[in-house]
């Protein structure tokens, strides 16, 4: 069994407005939005397809599938900016690297997931995988309800006398929670 230590410390959100509105926004409004970045930046784009139309408690197995693709996607974006940084400055530098991800509720859209559970288990992804800070972008301001309820879960998940987990109990304390499916917003 493997046992993971986690040391949840909450400086990991900046929530920003992002997502369908920018579907709907004029041309002139999209033009008037960007920045050149100049010199430019190197940006990688993980893309992950999040469980569908689900219906009543999330499963263990779509539990474990969010946790896996998000933690996946976090490693590898963090090795990636490894790589990248060395091949842009011409060295191999061991100097660490401080790695973000902008990330937002992935399936609670059209696919009508639940946003709390979305929120928790990006952090604990983010966590598991050495990521530095997590922005989260939300489309509208209706998000603090959902932050604080992933947050008071967090908080007491990893009490001072709950610091290591095997990972299936981990999955299972969320399992229990009976966090359930949304309605799909037809976006």
Request: charged content about 20%.
């Amino acid at each position: 069994m493997v046992k993971s230590k986690i040391n949840i410390r909450f400086q990991i959100f900046s929530f920003c407005f992002l997502g369908n509105k920018f579907f709907s926004s004029s041309t002139s409004t999209v033009l008037r939005s960007y920045k050149y970045l100049s010199p430019r930046q190197t940006v990688n784009i993980i893309a992950i397809e999040a469980p569908k139309y689900g219906q009543g408690s999330y499963t263990i197995a779509q539990i474990t599938y969010i946790l896996q693709a998000c933690y996946t996607a976090y490693s590898a974006a963090k090795r990636l900016a490894r790589i990248t940084f060395n091949l842009n400055h011409r060295l191999e530098s061991n100097d660490e690297l401080k790695t973000s991800i902008h990330t937002g509720w992935f399936g609670c859209g059209a696919y009508g997931g639940n946003r709390t559970i979305m929120i928790i288990l990006q952090i604990l992804a983010a966590k598991l995988a050495g990521i530095d800070r997590l922005i989260f972008h939300t489309v509208t301001s209706d998000y603090v309800d959902d932050q604080r309820r992933a947050i008071a879960f967090l908080t007491n998940l990893f009490q001072e006398d709950r610091t290591h987990f095997v990972l299936d109990d981990l999955i299972e304390s969320i399992h229990q929670e009976n966090f359930q499916w949304g309605w799909s917003n037809r976006t």
